[in-house]
C-alpha cells in the first residue's frame, strides 16, 4: 500500500493520506510540471534543511501517491518540494 487512500469526492481526484489533510492530485501535478519546466536534473538548488546548494539527480515526482519529492546528488533518500527552491 502507499498509505494513501482515495478520498470520497475523487470526481475532484483529490487523495486523503493517511492522517493527513486531502491533497487535490490535479494541483500537486500541475505544481510538478511547473518545476520540472523550469528546473532540469542537475539545477543548483536550496534546502531549507541543508546548508550550501545542492544538485537534483531526479525530476521531482510523487511518492506515496501524495507528496511531491524529488532526489539530490550525495543524498539517499528525497526532499519534499515544499523544503526545495532554485538557487
Do not use: C
Request: glycine share 10%.
Amino acid at each position: 500500500t502507499t498509505g494513501a487512500a482515495i478520498h470520497p469526492s475523487t470526481a475532484a481526484g483529490t487523495v486523503q493520506p493517511a492522517g493527513r489533510r486531502t491533497v487535490d492530485a490535479g494541483a500537486l501535478r500541475q505544481h510538478i510540471a511547473k518545476w520540472n519546466a523550469k528546473h532540469p536534473i542537475g539545477s543548483r538548488v536550496r534546502v531549507s534543511s541543508q546548508p550550501g546548494h545542492q544538485v537534483t539527480r531526479s525530476e521531482a515526482m510523487i511518492l506515496f501517491g501524495h507528496r511531491a519529492a524529488l532526489y539530490l546528488e550525495g543524498f539517499n533518500g528525497y526532499f519534499p518540494l515544499d523544503d526545495v527552491t532554485a538557487a
